[in-house]
């Protein structure tokens, strides 16, 4: 009997109206764009302005447009997995929110919470149910409203960071060697102290006291990531590579977590790949954290293949990182 694996038959994003440009940052902290450009490869970034709106409303649009897109009815979704680290509120999950507003209403729908490798984290999950046999449209979706933990007088961290949601839709195929073929993740919790939002969890609930020190804002500690980054992300990457005995040359895409460009270029370089295989919307939409991935896959859908190899990775806080080697099962059409 031929496995069942998971495939993407398709993608969809959102990315709010308002763009905040390297410009307008220099008129927020001491900043320039030479040095954001050269920094970091971004040019401009995306912030949702809407009152009472969180992550759920970029989510939801990104699943609706998808929806519509392979012409899929709520109704039949199953399973919706919401990656966020911005979630509405602690609870109920993010995931829950987007099932309502999108009107799926037989889906059972959770989060998943790893920081910038949530998607690759729940693309993996995903893939679990559907290899079972027993589920047939899951969705996906990664969306990040970075710009409410985002300190706007920190220029290590504000130049960075947008706001924006992508979703995927994964079904079953027994085509032999499409789809989500192999994957590694891994976790390691000691790297807490150089990413983290201090409070506004269980461990320092929100008082006088975390809201003055600006706790509730991202906490980073940049070099420090940067260099755990470059060598975890690019050793991950080839180590899916090895495990399925891909060469360069057989690598069709890389699709990487846009957090730096000089971070996306050191993996690419360990990989042996050319730039014109990475996958790059960094100096549109800066860091969106879980939704880089799938806005990637947005971006690039109309230039993709079936049966292109591509190489999924990503890292973020916790830390958290991982790769995944996955045969495109479409020929893409033109975003819409
Ligand atoms: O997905 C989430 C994971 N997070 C990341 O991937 C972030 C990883 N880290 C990075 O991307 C980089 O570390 C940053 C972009 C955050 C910073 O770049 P860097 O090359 O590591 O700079 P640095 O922190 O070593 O700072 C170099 C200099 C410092 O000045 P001095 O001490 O050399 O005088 C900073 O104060 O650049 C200064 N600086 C800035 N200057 C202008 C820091 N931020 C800025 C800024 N504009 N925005």
Known sequence: ???IKAAITGVHGYVPDYVLTNAEL??????????????????????LKGENQGSSHMGAKAVEGLLKKTNTNPLDVELIICCTTTPDFVFPATANLISDMVGAKNAFSYDVQAACSGFLFSMSTAAQFIETGRYKKVIVVGADKMSS????????????????????????????GYGLQDFVLKS???????????????????????????EHFIHQEGAAVFKFAVTNMADVA???????????????????????????????????????????????????????????????ESKLKKGDNII????????????AYMKWAYDGKPSV
């Not at 290590?156 to 995927?168: E, P, Q, Y």
Request: charged share 20%; net charge negative; with cysteine.
């Open 1 to 3: 009997m031929t496995a």
């Open 26 to 47: 220099e008129t927020m902290v001491d900043t320039n764009d030479e040095w954001i450009t050269t920094r970091t490869g971004i040019k401009e970034r995306r912030i």
């Open 149 to 176: 933990i985002v300190d706007y007088q920190d220029r290590t961290t504000c130049i960075i960071f947008g706001d924006g949601a992508g979703a995927v839709l994964l079904e079953p195929t027994t085509e032999q």
């Open 188 to 214: 390691d919790g000691s790297g807490v102290q150089y990413l983290v939002q201090k409070s506004g969890g269980s461990r320092r609930p929100p008082s006088i006291e975390t809201v003055t020190n600006r």
């Open 238 to 300: 080839a180590e899916v590579m090895e495990r399925n005995h891909l060469t360069a040359d057989d690598i069709s895409w890389l699709c990487p977590h846009q957090a730096n460009l000089r971070i996306i270029s050191a993996t690419s370089q360990r990989m042996g790949i050319g730039e014109e295989k990475v996958m790059i919307n960094i100096h549109k939409y800066g860091n969106t954290t879980d939704a880089t991935l799938p806005l990637a896959l947005w971006d690039y």
């Open 312 to 323: 999924f990775a990503a890292f973020g806080g916790g830390f958290t990182w991982g790769a």
